[in-house]
């Protein structure tokens, strides 16, 4: 019986990776068929200094949100004010679409408000 029991679990066992495989390449291929990202074409040097802008600006989202977390409204502000502010560009939304340049502006103006 003990030998019974082990190739029931041993067959459970396979069962169960075969179907987290499974699920996992279904989870793949939806996320690759819901993708609705755009490839934006920008010569190497300004992609390379667009890039470097929005991880910047990912950082100091990141931190004002952990200082908005910690209860510090006023360093969040003061924070959002001096690395987020409009005009710090460096003219990079002229090789974007209208569209992600809207975005921008949006997201220019959620700022706004927040230093406010």
Known sequence: MGATKAKAEGGALRRAVFS???LGLSATAVAAADNLRTVIELPPEVRTQFLEHMRTHMTSLDNVIQLIADGK???ARV???SEMAI?????LGRHMPREFR???LSFTVRRTT???
């Open 20 to 22: 987290a495989l499974l």
């Open 73 to 75: 409204l006023k360093e």
């Open 79 to 81: 924070l959002a004010r």
């Open 87 to 91: 005009g710090q560009g460096s003219g």
């Open 102 to 104: 809207e975005i921008g």
């Open 114 to 116: 927040l230093r406010e």
